[in-house]
């Protein structure tokens, strides 16, 4: 068994980061999930949300949207229509989104057309905010 899995992270505009780490938490479609060494090959889907990698006692923080995650043989391939590291998102920018998102769902139904995707990109100025907050841990 490897001691360290090889974690690469794609979006459609190129490779976002490719590093050894020691384990991975991502947000899958059916509740977040771990990826530890040894980890048996699967492939998955994964929903808008925090996704994370350690390496030894550092912990750091993306901010993805929607994709797949395959694990075989000690690498993850991680294909995400975006994954935005902490340092990269702009905090004032994500509330502006955040209040114009919550606004506008304030004047909508469900049965509007533009009630699921305003609730979408209410999911990513969240999670945008909590990646932000949470910034690196040791």
Do not use: C
């Not at 980890?39 to 889907?45: G, V």
């Amino acid at each position: 068994m490897a001691q360290k899995l090889q974690l690469e992270v794609v979006t459609p505009a190129g490779q976002v980061l490719s590093e050894k780490v020691d384990e991975i938490t991502a947000p899958g479609s059916l509740g977040q999930f771990g990826v530890l060494p040894g980890h048996t090959p699967m492939l998955t889907t994964l929903q808008v949300g925090e996704f994370s990698y350690r390496k030894g006692r550092e912990v750091t923080y993306l901010a993805v949207n929607w994709g797949y995650v395959e694990v075989a043989d000690d690498r993850v391939l991680v294909l995400v229509e975006t994954a935005e590291r902490q340092d990269h998102i702009d905090l004032a920018r994500a509330r502006t989104a955040l209040g114009r998102a919550e606004a506008r769902l304030k004047e909508l139904t469900p049965m509007d057309k533009e009630y699921h995707n305003l609730q979408a990109a209410l999911r990513r100025a969240l999670v945008r905010i909590q990646v932000v907050s949470r910034g690196r841990r040791r």
